[in-house]
């Protein structure tokens, strides 16, 4: 049987090869399997080069030099360290970061508590479950401009929900605080909006952890007698750990980024308030023009994010061997 | 088979040349997107009328009119054959290269600067500043101002309580402290059943707006950019204890008088404060108050003018732009007869009808000009007064900075108002020594 399928295979194969072009021919039967493996990846490598190598290794020529992207006619000289000299001894630039940290610290910690609380109760299965997991979902599937213009509303001290949600709990006057104006409460105000949108995200990745522990694990508990907390920091919590720690990793390093919901809040302001870095870095590179300063503050952040991120991978993976 | 191909080969090839021809008779004209552009677009009406050449328009919203249109031209790029660009580009845009230099052109055409306002041609056309190289054709005029609310102060029971709260008589302020006493008069205040605040002012802190805003209280009172023109001699200029009080006033102002949320305000959330009835005074620009005039609200009768308050002097910020040919055209001969066409005295009238700030001298010195608007003779003493943010070819650095100084100074309440101007000295010298000036 098989040898007969072999032989009407051999066939057709052969046909087919009659009925290519004899260069073709040629040419395919002249590759090994490597060949035509590479074949098939070098256009994504050469795209890859193209839009992503090419302007890394550009960028770090251009953060040791002079170059301005809008004086096309000016020389373009080395200036060895000065630019990374330079960033690194600005205030201004020290002072984002900050922004930065104070940012991503308090929206993971307030969004892995909360998604993971939500993903704990949802993993209960209770009535309507399913319909409250995807209403829950809503927020992170807005666009951030979207979100950021609506909450921008919310949050007008003359109008805004917000405001008048405020004022109907604490008693005071709606237009007596200003969320977006404030130095005070501007940065928490941006918080509260990323920690709206994103919770859900964590909460999902959660859910998959929680659902990942085998109910097998529980019953041996339940025999043995452990309590549900005992339970909960014995079991779900070490189980579901490398799934929390993914979750982490992606959402420190999509805000540590943040750029639009930011501008779209703010603006960085009020003064520099909430100038994150990659506001200072748009405004170094896009508004000052100061493209050779910009690209060492690029490299500096990427080796940053590229350097804790190494380091945060490596940590996953030790707690996932355990 | 061959043949069908030639055919279409020639149909595709006459397709091309074709649009090659209409591309010619075209022009594209970039601008800010604002009231006076709406007026450009009906008056090229008139050109396209006389030389067949159709006007495309590329209107950009203010907040990122510089960033869209500084990118084209650093990118080389070919949307604009015309360009109404901000006073401050012109260094940068004729040391670079991205404009056409006019002196040439207009001896030829017989163009001459001595028929607009002098004032004008050095803000809008000139780099070096005040020498004659001249890369723009003075297009729009244009200076910071004031508007209030003048039914309200009409008001019988509002002038006696001004009266009695200030010992005298409510009328549009003429100084500075003024200003402020007639803000906090009407902050607060209960008028036909609405809390109503005292002034709208600009605010914001992405491109150039609190910077455009606080100019008018540093410039009237009496703030200089150098010592010595020229010099980049900034301290004792720019940190001046005058300097130091304008910006004073200006902080106290917004934090006695603005409504609640301006904190990052700029044209459209001023005339949204004026025009929805919450604020008693606002600053803009002149480009606005034709506008501000037919509204049906707040205009008419409603509304008056008045000019940036004096401090030791009299002072106003500049707005406006001169209109240039970008160097990287395709369609030279075009762009320039546009710029023949719109320097002629007729279309600059015409131009003023339509609600355009022309600073021809032919419209300007009508004796019938004064009356032609309500804030027509405010905006000719404004225009003998105005004062401009730096012009060189590293603007966007020193705007920035300011930005950043201001608003921090302002809004967000950082630091006091020499620190402040300190701070700006600092971050100026920085850029001029990077230049090569220092």
């Known amino acids: 049987?098989?040898?007969?399928?072999?032989?009407?295979?051999?066939?057709?194969?052969?046909?087919?090869?009659?009925?290519?072009?004899?260069?073709?021919?040629?040419?395919?039967?002249?590759?090994?399997?490597?060949?035509?493996?590479?074949?098939?990846?070098?256009?994504?490598?050469?795209?890859?080069?193209?839009?992503?190598?090419?302007?890394?290794?550009?960028?770090?020529?251009?953060?040791?030099?002079?170059?301005?992207?809008?004086?096309?006619?000016?020389?373009?000289?080395?200036?060895?360290?000065?630019?990374?000299?330079?960033?690194?001894?600005?205030?201004?630039?020290?002072?984002?970061?900050?922004?930065?940290?104070?940012?991503?610290?308090?929206?993971?910690?307030?969004?892995?508590?909360?998604?993971?609380?939500l993903a704990y109760l949802i993993d209960r299965k209770f009535r309507g479950?399913?319909?409250?997991?995807?209403?829950?979902?809503?927020?992170?599937?807005?666009?951030?401009?979207?979100?950021?213009?609506?909450?921008?509303?919310?949050?007008?001290?003359?109008?805004?929900?917000?405001?008048?949600?405020?004022?109907?709990?604490?008693?005071?006057?709606?237009?007596?605080?200003?969320?977006?104006?404030?130095?005070?409460?501007?940065?928490?105000?941006?918080?509260?909006?990323?920690?709206?949108?994103?919770?859900?995200?964590?909460?999902?990745?959660?859910?998959?952890?929680?659902?990942?522990?085998?109910?097998y694990i529980y019953e041996a508990a339940e025999v043995d007698r452990a309590s549900a907390w005992r339970q909960f920091w014995s079991i779900t919590v070490p189980m579901a750990l490398p799934f929390i720690m993914l979750a982490v990793l992606f959402r420190a390093i999509e805000n540590f980024k943040m750029f639009d919901m930011v501008v779209l809040l703010t603006g960085g302001g009020p003064g520099s308030t909430t100038e994150v870095a990659?506001?200072?870095?748009?405004?170094?590179?896009?508004?000052?023009?100061?493209?050779?300063?910009?690209?060492?503050?690029?490299?500096?952040?990427?080796?940053?994010?590229?350097?804790?991120?190494?380091?945060?991978?490596?940590?996953?993976?030790?707690?996932?061997?355990? | 088979m061959r043949k069908m191909t030639k055919a279409l080969l020639g149909a595709t090839t006459a397709l091309t040349l074709s649009a090659g021809v209409s591309q010619a008779a075209e022009l594209t004209l970039c601008w800010a997107a604002w009231d006076p552009a709406n007026a450009l677009v009906e008056l090229s009406k008139d050109f396209t009328a006389q030389s067949g050449t159709d006007m495309k328009f590329e209107f950009v919203p203010w907040p990122?009119?510089?960033?869209?249109?500084?990118?084209?031209?650093?990118?080389?790029?070919?949307?604009?054959?015309?360009?109404?660009?901000?006073?401050?580009?012109?260094?940068?845009?004729?040391?670079?290269?991205?404009?056409?230099?006019?002196?040439?052109?207009?001896d030829?055409?017989?163009?001459?600067?001595?028929?607009?306002?002098?004032?004008?041609?050095?803000?809008?056309?000139?780099?070096?500043?005040?020498?004659?190289?001249?890369?723009?054709?003075?297009?729009?005029?244009?200076?910071?101002?004031?508007?209030?609310?003048?039914?309200?102060?009409?008001?019988?029971?509002?002038?006696?309580?001004?009266?009695?709260?200030?010992g005298r008589d409510l009328a549009p302020p003429t100084t500075w402290p003024e200003l402020l006493e007639t803000a906090k008069f009407f902050n607060g205040k209960d008028i036909d059943g609405k809390k109503v605040y005292g002034a709208a002012i600009f605010t914001e802190r992405a491109s150039e707006g609190i910077t455009m805003g606080a100019t008018q209280a540093l410039y009237a009172n009496g703030f200089k950019y150098e010592m010595t023109p020229g010099k980049y001699d900034m301290e004792g200029a720019v940190n001046s204890a005058d300097a130091v009080k304008g910006l004073e006033e200006y902080k106290e102002l917004y934090k006695c008088c603005t409504p609640p949320g301006y904190t990052d305000a700029y044209m459209g959330e001023t005339l949204d404060a004026f025009k929805s009835g919450q604020a008693a005074m606002a600053m803009n620009w002149f480009a606005f108050f034709p506008g501000l005039v037919k509204d049906e609200n707040v205009g008419g009768d409603k509304i008056g003018f008045f000019n940036n308050p004096k401090g030791t002097t009299n002072a106003s910020t500049l707005g406006g732009q001169g209109i240039s040919v970008v160097a990287n055209t395709d369609n030279m001969d075009g762009a320039l007869a546009y710029i023949k066409w719109f320097a002629q005295p007729d279309v600059q009238k015409k131009w003023w009808s339509l609600g355009g700030y022309a600073v021809h001298n032919a419209v300007l010195n009508d004796p019938s000009f004064k009356d032609s608007q309500p804030f027509a003779a405010d905006f000719l003493?404004?225009?003998?007064?105005?004062?401009?943010?730096?012009?060189?070819?590293?603007?966007?650095?020193?705007?920035?900075?300011?930005?950043?100084?201001?608003?921090?100074?302002?809004?967000?309440?950082?630091?006091?108002?020499?620190?402040?101007?300190?701070?700006?000295?600092?971050?100026?010298?920085?850029?001029f020594e990077d230049d090569g000036k220092l």
């Open chain 1, 1 to 117: 049987m098989t040898d007969t399928n072999t032989t009407v295979l051999d066939k057709a194969a052969d046909k087919a090869v009659r009925a290519t072009p004899v260069p073709l021919v040629y040419r395919v039967r002249g590759l090994s399997d490597r060949s035509i493996a590479w074949v098939f990846i070098l256009p994504t490598i050469v795209l890859l080069l193209a839009i992503n190598i090419f302007p890394l290794i550009w960028a770090v020529y251009l953060s040791f030099t002079n170059f301005r992207a809008n004086r096309p006619n000016a020389e373009i000289e080395g200036v060895g360290l000065s630019n990374y000299q330079r960033v690194l001894n600005d205030p201004d630039i020290w002072q984002a970061m900050q922004t930065t940290a104070h940012f991503v610290f308090w929206t993971i910690l307030l969004q892995m508590l909360i998604g993971f609380a």
């Open chain 1, 129 to 215: 479950h399913a319909f409250w997991t995807t209403v829950i979902l809503i927020p992170m599937m807005l666009s951030p401009a979207v979100v950021g213009n609506f909450w921008r509303f919310l949050y007008q001290p003359q109008i805004g929900l917000f405001n008048y949600v405020y004022s109907f709990f604490t008693g005071v006057e709606p237009s007596s605080f200003e969320m977006l104006g404030s130095v005070t409460l501007s940065p928490w105000a941006i918080i509260i909006v990323d920690t709206w949108m994103w919770t859900p995200y964590v909460m999902l990745i959660c859910l998959a952890g929680l659902r990942s522990i085998p109910d």
């Open chain 1, 278 to 322: 990659s506001i200072t870095l748009k405004r170094e590179a896009f508004e000052s023009w100061r493209t050779g300063r910009a690209s060492a503050f690029a490299i500096i952040l990427f080796v940053a994010v590229f350097g804790l991120a190494n380091i945060y991978v490596k940590a996953l993976n030790r707690v996932k061997q355990r």
């Open chain 2, 64 to 106: 990122n009119f510089a960033d869209r249109i500084l990118n084209e031209l650093n990118a080389g790029g070919k949307l604009c054959d015309l360009l109404i660009g901000d006073s401050q580009w012109l260094g940068g845009s004729a040391e670079n290269g991205y404009y056409v230099k006019l002196n040439d052109f207009f």
């Open chain 2, 108 to 166: 030829k055409e017989g163009i001459k600067m001595s028929d607009f306002a002098q004032a004008a041609v050095n803000a809008y056309s000139t780099w070096p500043k005040g020498t004659p190289n001249y890369w723009a054709l003075p297009a729009m005029g244009d200076a910071n101002a004031w508007f209030y609310r003048k039914d309200w102060f009409a008001k019988p029971e509002i002038q006696a309580e001004f009266k009695a709260a200030t």
């Open chain 2, 381 to 431: 003493v404004a225009m003998n007064q105005v004062q401009d943010f730096w012009q060189e070819p590293s603007y966007a650095i020193l705007l920035q900075a300011t930005q950043k100084r201001l608003h921090d100074y302002v809004v967000a309440d950082q630091g006091t108002a020499k620190e402040a101007l300190d701070g700006l000295v600092k971050d100026w010298t920085e850029v």
